[in-house]
């Protein structure tokens, strides 16, 4: 399972952060709080989200979807504000369609928020940052 390279935004040090793992990513060399943004399948959900130890924003999207495409970026500036704080889960439709039909997606994107393994919080449709961000910190509270 794949993770992803992330620059600390506070000293620019380029950081391995797993798709799984216990605890939060924080920059190895100064300590910061990085985003946590990775993707997730059939195979992989189970350990990437529902057994995360942080609380997930997970994403199901697809690659034909105009409105998916726009919320991405709102969606990654949410977790990299909420760094510490939510995990951010992208979840391709086409390619899980076993996660589409056991979330029954009925339109993308359609977000959910995943605390201790249980689906918290749900909605579906594009966003900005700050209702987004609004929508995440209600959920988790």
Known sequence: ???SIVACAACGKRNRVPAAASGRPACGSCGAKLPWIVDAGDDTFAEVAERSSTPV???LWATWCGPCRAV???LEQVATELAGTVKLVKVDIDKAPGLSRRFDVRAVPTLMIV???KVVARQSGAANA????RWVEQSLA
């Open 72 to 74: 991405s970026p709102a």
């Open 57 to 59: 924003l997970v994403d």
């Open 1 to 3: 399972m794949a993770g």
């Open 130 to 133: 700050t209702v987004l961000r």
């Open 115 to 117: 605390k201790d393994g």
